[in-house]
């Protein structure tokens, strides 16, 4: 929980709705712990796999949301 509460920088966790080596529902202990942190979860049937850049939807989601990550 130290470790988490240390990171100061603005991030987005963004776990896959479908992953079921890591679930979003582990992320939403996690989050909280982070004071600049946002849980943005991939909308996306490709579990493990999404946002790794194979899928265009899933890439065109996971840009939008590092595009305004980066604006502010």
Same mark, same amino acid.
Request: net charge neutral.
């Given at each position: 929980a130290a470790a988490l509460g240390a990171i100061r920088a603005r991030a987005f966790v963004m776990p896959s709705r479908t992953d079921l080596y890591f679930p979003p529902e582990d992320n939403e202990i996690e989050v909280p712990q982070m004071p600049n942190a946002e849980l943005r979860v991939i909308p996306s049937i =490709? %579990?493990?796999?999404? %946002? %790794?850049? %194979?899928?265009?939807? $899933? =890439? =065109?989601?996971?840009? $939008?949301q590092l595009e305004e990550l980066l604006a502010t």
């Open positions: =490709r %579990g493990h796999l999404a %946002g %790794g850049g %194979g899928n265009p939807e $899933d =890439r =065109r989601w996971v840009s $939008d």
